[in-house]
């Protein structure tokens, strides 16, 4: 499976960006697909996931709930993060990763797929 994430960018605090990762996966429904991120000098943390066995089933970090939407479109073989509301907290390149019939599990762990992330800057 290979993933490609896009959409990153400079945004000011409170602004909204929306990323987008595409997939090549010809079973595409069958991998749960989440959004992690990663600041400079901390650890990669999960931001959302979208869960493949359980229909419009989606698991969020608490620091992004309610700000940060995950979707997933299965006959484009994309998800996406669409993130309002965006605090210079949040800048951190972005990553798409995949799990074959995952769990929507918050370690990086749990994912076998990675793609290249996108940079996303707030500033203040």
């Known amino acids: 499976v290979q993933l490609q994430a896009s959409g990153g960018g400079l945004v000011q605090a409170g602004g909204s960006l929306r990323l987008s990762c595409a997939a090549s996966?010809?079973?595409?429904?069958?991998?749960?697909m989440a959004w992690f991120r990663q600041a400079p000098g901390k650890e990669r943390e999960f931001v959302a996931a979208?869960?493949?066995?359980?229909?419009?089933?989606?698991v969020y970090a608490d620091s992004t709930k309610g700000r940060f939407t995950i979707s997933r479109d299965n006959a484009k073989n994309a998800v996406y993060l669409q993130m309002n509301s965006l605090k210079p907290e949040d800048t951190a390149v972005y990553y798409c990763?995949?799990?074959?019939?995952?769990?929507?599990?918050?370690?990086?762990?749990?994912?076998?797929?990675w793609g290249h992330g996108t940079q996303v800057t707030v500033s203040s």
């Open positions: 990763a995949a799990d074959l019939y995952g769990s929507g599990r918050s370690s990086a762990a749990d994912y076998n797929y």
């Open positions: 996966a010809r079973t595409f429904s069958s991998y749960t």
């Open positions: 979208a869960i493949s066995w359980r229909r419009d089933s989606t």
